[in-house]
Structure formats: structure tokens, C-alpha cells
């Protein structure tokens, strides 16, 4: 893919700079449909028509949302922090954006193939606090801070569970690397990690050997488990519903970024969104397969097509993220939003012990068997 | 000069000069804040060092962890804006020797110092496995001392902070 993107440009600096675009391309495309999907699905959830005036059906709804919010007034607060204020959207963006690099999209396109890239992707995702702390503080304005400081507690609480429950699958692959992880969740939905793991010997592209038999499906039950801690934090991590108490309307007007206005707003928006899509995808390589087909086989390897096996890859990438997006709508117009003690019990008392058992009983059978 | 060496020269930029900020600025949010980007410039240096797992830990820990309640403290601090920090006590002779001896024996240690200079970069794909087999073999009992450590920590200040 990235030699196939040199060829066509046939400048080298030209095609890294292509190559390292490419997945805020596919933001910004899956922004505007996701925010179509986010107004309506609301609607229907409340039985309601949503919007209906833009474009048949409403479609061009979020084309209308963006170019306002590049239209409208960049409002800075007199007695905020300039510097501050003007980098916090950015640097929260940054964040979100630098953990794409790693993302495996198909089995021929992945920005770096890290044999870091779990790691990496848990590291660099605690760089949105950063911003989030930055905006609320240099806002200067008390709904600010207080959002921005319920988020840091927040985020950095759920880092430890999300680890954990990612750590748990590493541990299986013995290997940190999100292709090596994909691969060997290869031939099919019932060898993917969520249904407990590989059921018979696979090996990876460096040649080691996952020993995996039918026996495997011990592990369903506790894999099981992980997806649910992995996916409730990843929900707390990206301040969604019921874990959006950083920028609970009722109670802090608009959080952290209550001051921002215009296309700053727009940055968090998008940072907002590209992380919800992240953890997904993250849900979907690791518990899901990622770009794998659910049955194994795809189009593009029978017919010899490598185009189409790529295209194949993107699309069950795609199409498991934006279900996991769709839960996350789901759950936030069906679940009410917690209070703080209630969200650190959460995470303290339930989450984190659960987490380390299960990582204790999944090694020790990984160990014994 | 090869892309290598821009690189390097940019990350030590960065480190250095937020470095600086972190050093001489009067407002301590900015110190905070540009600590960040001195941690992430060590950590692009460990990259250019083939060191991929420590570059990777130095932001899990620094930036994901020590940062984050660093600045967490510094914003409910009262006063951020124009602190002054330094100490009134001064004492320009002893600060002066006691730097100078300093400085000379780093440039000493620069200078004298027979660096080995590899040609080519090692054929070593990912340090985490060597790093992970140390841990648990060789250096297993000061890996569990510190963890030990740690966790005295932890008890000490869950007993300070505790209600009475």
C-alpha cells in the first residue's frame, strides 16, 4: 500500500506526507456521517423525526453543522490564557489523531506495523487529558476547570482497567503487535478473541507459533468478561454517556470547552469523535478480528484480486467500528449519567479488581496449558 | 546530513527548548505544560536509539501519569501567574564552584570518554521481549524489591490521606 501510494506520486516526500493524511481523510468522512448518525438516532430513540429540513431526509444536516462552525465568530475570553487556549483543541486532536497511526485498517495497510502498537496505542491516548486539562484550565472560567479536572480524574482512572483488559489479550498472542493479534484471530468469527481465542495452531508473520486446540473455548467465558471491562472504560476514556460527567450540561454548562467557540469548539468535536471511532476499532481488532472477515475467507484472495482483498479489509474495519460507534449512541440515550462517587466506585471497586483477576486467571491457564 | 540527523536535531530542539521554558518561565502552568513536550522529545530519542520500549513507557508513565497529577496540582495551586519561585537565600561563590566543578567534569567525561560508535544500526527488531525475559530471570529480585517499594508507597499515602 505505502509503495503502491510511492509509485503513483513518485516523490518521496510528497507520498509520506499523502501516507500519513490518509486517516484524517477517513475522519472527516466518518465525522459527517457519524454526526448524521448521532442526530438521528437520537431522534428515533426518542421518537422523533429529527433533523428533516436539510437535504431529503436531512441528509445534508451535518454539512450545514460544519460550515456554521466555520462560519461563526472565533470568540477568545479576555481573561483566558491565549497561548493555552488557542493550543488545547489541537494538542486533544493531536492525541487522537497520533494513536491512528498504529490502527490496522487491512491486512496491507497499517500506518506503522509496530511491535509496540497495543502499547503505543494505550500511551499516546492518555495525550487527549493533556488538552482537555489545558482548555478547561486556560479558559478561565470555574465550569471549565471543574470539567476539565473530573476528566482528568476520570481518564486517568480508566486507563488501568482499559490496560488491563487489553494486556489480557497480549497475553494470549504473546505479542504486542496489532497485526499479530489480527492474525491470529485468522479463519473465521469462531477463532476471533471474544468466542475465546484461535482453535488451532497459527502462525505469525515472525514465525512464532500460537499452540491453540479446540480447548480454547475455556477462555469465552473470561474473554467475554475483558470485552466488558475493555468497552466500559473505552467509554469512560472518550467521556461518552453515561460517563460524560466531564461536560454534564445540567451541572457544568458545557464542561471543559464551554468557553470555546467556531472551529475550536469543532476540534474537540472531531477529537471527540475520532476517539470514539478509535476505541472501537481498537474493540474490533483485538476482540474482533479486525479487518478479518467473519467467515474467513475473503472475495479478493479467491478471485486473486489484491485490490479488492484490501478494499475487503477496510470495510470489515469500517463496519466493526461503526457498530461499536453505534452502541456507544445507543447506550447514551438509554443509560442516564453517573455521579462522580458513583463512576470512581465503578472503576476503583468493580472494574480494576475484576480486571486483575481476570488477567491472574487467564495467564495461570496460558501458563499451565 | 541525512533525514536521521534532521530528525534528531529537531527532537533536541524540542527537548531543550521546552526544557528551557519549563526552567525559566514565570507562570508555572507553562513550566507544566511544557514539560510535556521535554518528555516527548526524550522519547523521540529513545526512538532514534532503535530504544522502542522505553520511548513508549517514558510516555505512558511521565506523560499519561506523573504529568497529568502534576498538573492536576499545579492548576489548584492559588496563585500560577508571576510566583517567585527561586529562594531569597543566595549564595553566589559556593553556586558558583560547586557548578563550575560540575561542568567541568561532564566536559571532562564528554571529552575523555572513548564513545563506541556502531556503523550501521543493529539488527535488533523491538527490545520488549529481551526487556520482558530480563525482568523475570536475571534481574527478578530487583524488579520485585521495587515493586515491594512501590507499594509501601502507596499504603503510606492511602494511610495520609485517609479521614481521622
Not at chain 1, 118 to 127: Q, R, T
Not at chain 1, 242 to 248: L, M
Not at chain 2, 78 to 101: D, Q
Request: net charge negative.
Amino acid at each position: 500500500m505505502e509503495q503502491f501510494i510511492h509509485d503513483l506520486i513518485g516523490n518521496d516526500l510528497l507520498a509520506t506526507i499523502v501516507w500519513c493524511v490518509l486517516p484524517l481523510v477517513f475522519i472527516l468522512g466518518y465525522a459527517i456521517v457519524a454526526i448524521l448518525a448521532e442526530m438521528k438516532s437520537a431522534s428515533w430513540f426518542q421518537d422523533r423525526l429529527g433533523p428533516m429540513r436539510t437535504g431529503p431526509w436531512g441528509i445534508f444536516q451535518p454539512f450545514a453543522d460544519v460550515l456554521k462552525l466555520l462560519m461563526k465568530e472565533d470568540i477568545v475570553p479576555a481573561r483566558a490564557d491565549k497561548i493555552l487556549f488557542n493550543l488545547a483543541p489541537v494538542i486533544v486532536f493531536v492525541g487522537a489523531y497520533a494513536a491512528f497511526a498504529v490502527l490496522p485498517f487491512a491486512s496491507e495497510y497499517v500506518g506503522a506495523d509496530l511491535n509496540l502498537g497495543l502499547f503505543y496505542l494505550i500511551a499516546v491516548s492518555s495525550f487527549g487529558v493533556l488538552g482537555i486539562i489545558m482548555g478547561g484550565w486556560a479558559s478561565n472560567n470555574k465550569y471549565s476547570l471543574l470539567g476539565a479536572m473530573r476528566s482528568a480524574a476520570q481518564i486517568v482512572s480508566y486507563e488501568v482497567p482499559s490496560a488491563t483488559a487489553l494486556l489480557i489479550v497480549a497475553m494470549m498472542v504473546g505479542s504486542l503487535n496489532l497485526q499479530d493479534i489480527i492474525t491470529a484471530q485468522s479463519g473465521g468469527f469462531w477463532n476471533w478473541f471474544i468466542l475465546g481465542g484461535p482453535k488451532s495452531d497459527v502462525v505469525l508473520a515472525s514465525g512464532a507459533v500460537i499452540h491453540a486446540d479446540i480447548g480454547n473455548f475455556v477462555f469465552l467465558p473470561l474473554l467475554l468478561a475483558t470485552f466488558v471491562i475493555y468497552y466500559l472504560s473505552a467509554l469512560a476514556e472518550t467521556n461518552r454517556t453515561p460517563f460524560d460527567i466531564p461536560e454534564g450540561e445540567s451541572e457544568l454548562v458545557g464542561g471543559y470547552h464551554t468557553e470555546y467557540s467556531g472551529m475550536k469548539f469543532g476540534m474537540f468535536f472531531m477529537a471527540e469523535y475520532a476517539n470514539m471511532f478509535l476505541v472501537s476499532a481498537v474493540a474490533a481488532v483485538v476482540f474482533f478480528g479486525g479487518w478479518q472477515s467473519p467467515w474467513g475467507i475473503t472475495l479478493g484472495e479467491a478471485l486473486d484480486i489484491p485490490v479488492l482483498t484490501l478494499l475487503e479489509g477496510v470495510f470489515w474495519t469500517a463496519a466493526k467500528g461503526f457498530f461499536f460507534v453505534f452502541v456507544m449512541m445507543w447506550l447514551r440515550w438509554t443509560l442516564p449519567r453517573l455521579r462522580v462517587d458513583q463512576l470512581m466506585y465503578m472503576c476503583w471497586k468493580v472494574l480494576i479488581p475484576a480486571s486483575f483477576a481476570l488477567a491472574l486467571v487467564v495467564g495461570f491457564i496460558v501458563v499451565i496449558r | 546530513m541525512e533525514l536521521t540527523d534532521i530528525i534528531f536535531y529537531i527532537f533536541a530542539l524540542v527537548t531543550i527548548g521546552s526544557a528551557m521554558i519549563v526552567v525559566f518561565s514565570r507562570n508555572l502552568v507553562y513550566s507544566a505544560f511544557s514539560l510535556m513536550f521535554t518528555f516527548l522529545g526524550v522519547a523521540g530519542l529513545y526512538v532514534l536509539l532503535l530504544a522502542d520500549f522505553l520511548a513508549v513507557t517514558q510516555l505512558m508513565i511521565y506523560v499519561g501519569g506523573i504529568l497529568v497529577l502534576m498538573i492536576f496540582g499545579v492548576m489548584l495551586t492559588h496563585r500560577v501567574v508571576n510566583v517567585e519561585i527561586s529562594s531569597g537565600a543566595m549564595r553566589v561563590i559556593p553556586a558558583t564552584i560547586v557548578v563550575g566543578v560540575f561542568l567541568g567534569t561532564l566536559l571532562l567525561v564528554l571529552t575523555r570518554t572513548k564513545w563506541m560508535v556502531m556503523e550501521g544500526s543493529p539488527d535488533v527488531i523491538g527490545t520488549t521481549s529481551m526487556i520482558g525475559t530480563a525482568l523475570v530471570t536475571d534481574y527478578l529480585l530487583p524488579f520485585e524489591v521495587s515493586g515491594v517499594v512501590l507499594l509501601v508507597a502507596i499504603v503510606a499515602a492511602a494511610f495520609m490521606a485517609r479521614k481521622r
